[in-house]
């Protein structure tokens, strides 16, 4: 019904940037939130950062300013801008988006993932 479709990992040095995008296709009557979350090899995954419909920003402590989180309502799509990369932002980043039905009952979707590497 709803597909997630991330973009824009890869490899970089630590202090590169990364912009990764993630676009919402599907039957949507409205998206109310939508998430960034992050798995590092080995560890749970753990919420990045996330945008409300109404704008509202939210990111984890570890981001440290560095992140920033921002959505496109029209194209249903949602960015994280990743600056200063440190090898513990290894991980596979995870989009997720919660919808609201007509009816007002939500739902919560996942994208596969997108890989981010930070080595020299």
């Known amino acids: 019904q709803v597909q997630l479709a991330e973009s824009g990992g890869g490899v970089v040095q630590p202090g590169g940037s990364l912009r990764l995008s993630c676009a919402a296709s599907?039957?949507?009557?409205?998206?109310?939130?939508m998430h960034w979350y992050r798995q590092p090899p080995g560890k749970e995954r753990e919420l990045v950062a996330f945008?409300?419909?109404?704008?509202?920003?939210y990111y984890s402590d570890f981001v440290e300013g560095r992140f920033t989180i921002s959505r496109d309502s029209a194209m249903n799509t949602v960015d994280l801008q990743m600056n200063s990369l440190k090898p513990e932002d290894t991980a596979v980043y995870f989009c997720?988006?919660?919808?609201?039905?007509?009816?007002?009952?939500?739902?919560?979707?996942w994208g596969r993932g997108t890989q981010v590497t930070v080595s020299t």
């Open positions: 997720r988006i919660t919808t609201r039905s007509q009816r007002g009952i939500t739902e919560g979707y």
């Open positions: 599907g039957t949507i009557f409205s998206i109310n939130v």
């Open positions: 945008i409300r419909d109404d704008g509202v920003t």
